[in-house]
């Protein structure tokens, strides 16, 4: 069992207060990504996503990422799973947690 990210997304904080909002889970390559896009005081959309790397069924790594702000919804929503993708497409050639390749048991 691995502790989700829903618990710490969904209190993330938004400026001087913490918000709650119902949660929508994507997977990708092995990863799981939460879009956390919440409405500012002003009307607009702040993009944001929380981004987590298992491995043997643990935790590994976790990403929380914060964008633009966007007057539109739907344009927040298309940039965080946008950037969530890229950064997991990124990641994957980058990954330091990985056994080296020439690796060697000793004998």
């Given amino acids: 069992m691995y502790l989700s990210l829903a618990g710490l997304c969904c209190f993330w904080r938004n400026a001087s207060r913490i918000w709650e909002r119902s949660v ?7 990863y799981e990504f939460e879009d956390a896009t919440v409405m500012l005081d002003d009307g607009r ?8 790397g298992f491995g043997a069924g643990h935790t590994r790594s976790q990403r929380f ?8 919804k739907g344009d ?5 799973i946008s950037v969530a993708r890229a950064w997991i497409d990124e990641e994957q050639g980058n990954d330091k947690l990985a056994l080296p390749t020439s690796f060697s048991p000793l004998c």
């Fill in 76 to 80: 927040a929503h298309q940039r965080a």
């Fill in 45 to 52: 959309f702040h993009a944001r996503v929380c981004i987590t």
């Fill in 24 to 30: 929508k889970r994507h997977n990708y390559k092995g």
């Fill in 65 to 72: 990422i914060d964008l633009e702000r966007f007057v539109d």
